[in-house]
């Protein structure tokens, strides 16, 4: 059986650090750590009707990626779609390991990359943690 | 000094025109037209925050949407923004076959020079646009 897929949505962040180590962390999903079952949406389709993109938040479960605690990504799934199944913040994320000096908006340094992969691993467990939900009720 | 314009990317992530949306704002804001132009998140508009919206009702905004979807430009609209003008890096990309973009996460050669292409036009159409509003 393959395994369900699940939406990553990240914040589009551009004004900010924490927006970019969100978009390269769920990359990072996508490319290299779940690339069978993840599924990325740009958050702008949302609100521009396109019916695909809140149909799949509806019908799957979605993680969102926050940079901030502005929380832009859950609202507009929850405005559009529905309940998201997690969410992650990344301000938060990068408090609670005391990282600091992940580089500009524009580019990460190598710490931001560091913390980007980690970042893209609470992402993982996420997932994880909702295909154990997935099975447990089937 | 004119007002300052709004750039404001497209945020997609799924192909390499978005990386380059966003790269050619930030060439922009930060060292073409460094001080005459600013940028904004473009979800915190899909979300519908009510400063984000006064912003780009009070400012000149241009869209650099990376898709024919047009996602920075629509939500633009749909904010009721003083929207002056619009790029796509699609458009950028067909006349510039050449270039061949690949990665998506972190922008290769090609990606960089579209991104640069870019950026300068969106400088011109800056230019031009206070310029249009100078009185001599």
């Known amino acids: ?138 | 000094m004119s007002d300052p314009f709004l750039i404001i990317p497209c945020s997609g992530i799924g192909k390499p025109f978005g990386t380059i949306s966003r790269e050619a704002t930030y060439c922009v804001v930060e060292d073409l037209k460094k001080g005459e132009t600013d940028t904004i998140c473009l979800s915190l508009l899909v979300m519908g925050d009510e400063d984000a919206k006064l912003r780009v009702r009070s400012h000149r905004c241009i869209a650099i949407d990376g898709c024919p979807n047009e996602c920075a430009k629509r939500n633009l609209e749909l904010s009721e923004a003083k929207l002056v003008a619009n790029f796509r890096a699609v458009d950028i990309l067909r006349k510039n076959r050449n270039l061949k973009p690949k990665n998506v996460t972190f922008l290769d050669e090609d990606g960089r020079k579209l991104a640069r292409i870019l950026a300068k036009k969106i400088a011109l159409k800056a230019d031009e646009l206070n310029h249009k509003g100078v009185v001599s």
């Open chain 1, 1 to 138: 059986m393959s395994t369900p897929a699940i939406g990553v949505v990240s914040c589009s962040g551009e004004c900010c650090v924490e927006g970019t180590i969100s978009r390269i962390a769920t990359r990072f999903v996508l490319e290299k750590l779940r690339p069978e079952n993840t599924v990325t949406i740009c958050l702008p389709l949302f609100s521009i009707g396109e019916e695909g993109e809140r149909t799949f938040a509806k019908d799957f479960p979605t993680i969102a990626v926050e940079g901030c605690e502005k929380r832009c990504a859950g609202n507009v799934i929850e405005k559009f779609s529905g309940k998201t199944a997690r969410s992650l913040v990344v301000s938060n994320l990068l408090k609670k390991w005391g990282v600091n000096g992940t580089g500009s908006r524009r580019e990460l340094n190598d710490e931001g990359k560091k913390a980007a992969l980690k970042v893209a691993e609470e992402i993982v467990a996420a997932m994880d943690d909702i295909l154990q939900e997935v099975d447990d009720r089937t």
